[in-house]
C-alpha cells in the first residue's frame, strides 16, 4: 500500500431504503446514511449528498483540509470518486450552510421587525 493510499479518508454511504422501494414514487430523491471507514461512527443520520455532506461533517470535527478525500458505496468493492482535497469536497455544503444562515438571519429580523411593529400601539386619527 502506498503512502498516498493510507491518508485518504473514506466514507461509506448506506442507502437508507423507501418502505416500497421507491416503485410507487420514482422522483423521490435516495437518502443515504454516512460512516467513515473501519468505524462505526455515523457521521449523519441522513443526507442527499452524502459526499459534500460528509466532506463538511469531517471539516467542522477538526479534520485535515489537505487531506485527501473520497466516498464508497456500502454495497460496492471501489471508491464513487478519484480522492479529492477535503476542503475542495466541502465547499458545496459549506456554501449552503452559509447562504442558510444569511437566509435565516434575515428571516430572523423580518420577524424581529413584525414584532416591533405589532407592540407599537397606531395612532389614532386626527378629527
Known sequence: MTQEAQNVVRIIAHRIPWPDDN?????????WKVTVEGSD??????????FDDGAAE???????PDSLYTMRHADRDY??????????AA????KRRADFAKFKAKLDAKAQNTENDADEEPEAPEA
Open 91 to 94: 465547499k458545496p455544503t459549506m
Open 23 to 31: 416503485k410507487t414514487r420514482p422522483a423521490l430523491d435516495l437518502h
Open 79 to 88: 471508491d464513487s470518486f478519484v480522492p479529492v482535497r477535503l476542503e475542495d
Open 58 to 64: 469531517i471539516l467542522t470535527r477538526g479534520g485535515d
Open 41 to 50: 461512527e455515523v457521521l449523519i443520520e441522513s443526507t442527499k449528498r452524502p
